[in-house]
Structure formats: C-alpha cells, structure tokens
C-alpha cells in the first residue's frame, strides 16, 4: 500500500484505502525542447491548490464528499529517461493493481508514455483522448525516440489505429499532420467533434492525457512551449468535464506547467482548477 504525501493537493487527503483515485507527481523535464522547468509542477500545484476552494460552482460538488490519496511525487533520475518512464510505470502499476485510478501531475508530456505502458497491460482495448496544442507524433526527436515530441507516436504503437482522438492541435510538423491522417482522429485548432467522440467511445476503456499548453498563452503563458491562440480556460473545463463525466476513465494526467515562467500565478492556478474539475467529474 502507498503512504500518504507529507504535503497533499487541497481536498486529497483521505486513507489509501477508501480511494478510488490517486494522484502521483511525475515531476521530469529531461527532454523538453525549449524551456524546460516543467520538474517542479507537481509541488507548485499542490501548494498553489490551497489558493483554490474544494467546492466547485460549475459541477455544485465538493472535494470532500468525496475520498482522494496524494502519494507524492516520484524520486525520478533525471539523467536516464528510460529508468524514468519504468518508475512511472511501476508506480502507475501499484495503483491499478490495487484497483484504483492513477492520476499522474507531470512533468513534461513524455511522462505520459510510462503511465499509458501500464495502463494498456491491464486494459487490452485502450483509447486515448489526447487535449494538446501540439501533435506530439514525430517519430524521432533529434535522433530521439522517447521524447515529449514523440509521446503520441510511442503511444500508438501500443494502442494502434483509430485508438487515439486528438483534439486542439495546432503545431507540428507537415509529416506528423500527415501521420494523423492516417493513423490518429484528429481534430484542429479546438473542440469541435467532441460530442461526438464521446459518444463513440461510451462504454469502452479511456485514458485522458491534457497538456495544458492547449490552452491560449494569454490564459496560460506558465509552460515550456507556448503557442500562440488556443483554447480558453472555460473551453477546456467544459471539455474535461465532460470527458471525465461521460467516460470510462481508467487513467489520466496533467502535464507541461513550468510554473517559473508566470510568476503571477495564475498558470498554476489555473493548473490546479483543471484538476480539480477533472477530480470531481471522475467520482
């Protein structure tokens, strides 16, 4: 059984047993590609979490009518990103085991690699709801597989065509575009096709990775890689909300807050009421 974090995200504090979801932190920027920073996430996120209310006006829920268990973060070793993504995945591994939903708080996008690992050992038929401004389908990086450019394309060969539905792309390059094409669902630019995805995968196993650079940088300038437009911080409650709510939610994750770059704050916070909504839709 995991021990409980010293210092845990506002409202997940209850017993490991009486959890259906738990939160890790996966704080690893060892590939990031412009500013990196994204390592310490996980521990603005829950100290900035208590800047926020449990309560939430748009789903009238409660963080404490409900039982969540912050395991802390992950000792990682930035100098081997291989051992990174096998601690991931042992860690996404214990949670599953013990019949419960692993939360990961990256950390750059790569982190996600190592928890999708685990996930589709125990659920054979996965998809994967992917919110990003970028494809993140080269299949190299600078000569480098296991990269945040390259996570979606490393998660494809697990999952395979049609398993993987993207949605507010607007960066990458002309041959990942092409890639989509042929192997992902993509939708551009926003949310539009949403509805309908979810409506499509009702029923089946669901792995919701949301890098927060969706986001436009005027809501969200805290991250590695801005992009220019994007999505509004309401566009992208609405969409996890409903993808959490509607949706066999098996796993998920946060990813690419560099908290250094917004000194006011308002990234991280933005950061923590993302997971705050996602937390609530899910129970």
């Known amino acids: 059984m995991l021990e409980k974090n010293v210092q845990n995200f506002i409202g997940c504090d209850a017993d490991y047993s009486d959890s259906k979801i738990v939160l890790f932190g996966a704080g690893f920027d060892?590939?990031?590609?412009?500013?990196?920073?994204?390592?310490?996430a996980p521990s603005a996120i829950r100290s900035?979490?208590?800047g926020i209310e449990t309560y939430s006006p748009y789903q009238d829920r409660d963080l404490t009518d409900y039982s969540y268990f912050d395991s802390g973060d992950l000792e990682l070793p930035f100098g081997?990103?291989?051992r990174t993504i096998a601690d991931i995945s042992v860690r996404t591994d214990i949670i599953l085991s013990d019949g419960k939903i692993p939360f990961m708080i990256g950390g750059e996008h790569l982190v996600t690699f190592g928890a999708v690992m685990a996930v589709k050992e125990k659920f054979e038929d996965l998809y994967i709801v992917h919110f990003d401004a970028h494809a993140d389908l080269r299949d190299d990086y600078l000569g480098q597989k296991l990269s945040h450019a390259c996570v979606i394309r490393r998660c494809h060969e697990l999952?395979?065509?049609g398993h993987i539905f993207q949605f507010g792309i607007r960066s990458g390059d002309r041959d990942e575009f092409i890639f989509a094409g042929e192997h992902t669902e993509?939708?551009?630019f926003n949310f539009d096709g949403l509805d309908e995805t979810?409506?499509?995968l009702k029923n089946k196993n669901v792995y919701l990775t949301v890098d927060l650079d969706v986001l436009d940088p005027s809501v969200f300038c805290g991250t590695g890689t801005p992009e220019a437009e994007g999505v509004s911080f309401g566009e992208l409650r609405k969409a996890v909300t409903l993808v959490c709510r509607e949706l066999n939610i098996v796993g998920c994750d946060v990813t690419e807050l560099s908290p250094h770059y917004d000194q006011s704050g308002v990234s991280t916070a933005v950061a923590c009421k993302i997971i705050r909504e996602m937390l609530l839709a899910m129970s």
Request: glycine share 12%.
């Open 186 to 188: 993509m939708h551009r």
């Open 198 to 200: 979810v409506e499509k």
């Open 159 to 161: 999952v395979g065509d």
């Open 80 to 82: 081997s990103v291989t």
């Open 48 to 50: 900035e979490s208590f």
């Open 30 to 40: 060892g590939t990031t590609s412009f500013r990196p920073g994204t390592r310490f």
